[in-house]
C-alpha cells in the first residue's frame, strides 16, 4: 500500500448492501406484532392505576394512546417511521410536561412496564437490551418530586 492509499474500512456483521445480517432489534424480537403485545398489556396495567390513569385525557378508550406509544417505539427501535411521519419529532419530555411525573408515577410507570415486558419472553439480551430503555426513559420524564 503506498502511503496516499486510505485503508479500506472493515465492516464486521454487514452484507453486501451495508445492511446489518442480523436484521434491527425491531426485526429480531418480531416487528409490530411484538411491540404492539407489550403496549397493550402496559396499558392493560394503566387501566387499573389510580395515579397514571388520570394522565391519560381520552380515557376511557386508551386505543391513541396505544397506537402512539407502540409507533413510537417501533420506530425507535428501526420500525416504520410513521410516529415522526405523523407526529413529527417525539419531543418526550416536552409532551410530559403538562403531567406530573414524580418518582412514585415513574415507579408505577416501569411496574406496568415491566410487567408487560415479561408477557413477550424475549431472549435475555433482547430483554435486557429493552429494558434498559425503558427504564432510562422513564428516569428522563421525572418532571417534579412533589408529591
Do not use: F, I, V, Y
Given at each position: 500500500m503506498s502511503d496516499n492509499a486510505q485503508p479500506t474500512p472493515i465492516r464486521l456483521r454487514a452484507s453486501s448492501g451495508g445492511e446489518s445480517v442480523q436484521g434491527n432489534f425491531?426485526?429480531?424480537v418480531g416487528g409490530r406484532p411484538t411491540f404492539e403485545k407489550l403496549v397493550r398489556a402496559f396499558y392493560d396495567g394503566i387501566?387499573?392505576?389510580e395515579v397514571?390513569?388520570?394522565m391519560y385525557p381520552e380515557q376511557p378508550d386508551l386505543e391513541g394512546a396505544i397506537q402512539r406509544l407502540t409507533g413510537f417505539l417501533e420506530q425507535y427501535w428501526g420500525g416504520p417511521t410513521a410516529y415522526s411521519d405523523e407526529r413529527?419529532?417525539?419531543r418526550?419530555?416536552?409532551r410530559h410536561v403538562p403531567f406530573r411525573v414524580?418518582?412514585?408515577a415513574r415507579d408505577r410507570w416501569l411496574t406496568h412496564m415491566r410487567a408487560a415486558l415479561d408477557t413477550l419472553?424475549?431472549?435475555p439480551l433482547h430483554d435486557a437490551t429493552l429494558w434498559s430503555y425503558l427504564d432510562r426513559a422513564a428516569q428522563s420524564m421525572v418532571n417534579t418530586f412533589d408529591e
Open positions: 425491531w426485526e429480531q387501566a387499573t392505576d397514571l390513569l388520570p413529527g419529532h417525539p418526550l419530555r416536552m414524580n418518582p412514585d419472553e424475549l431472549s
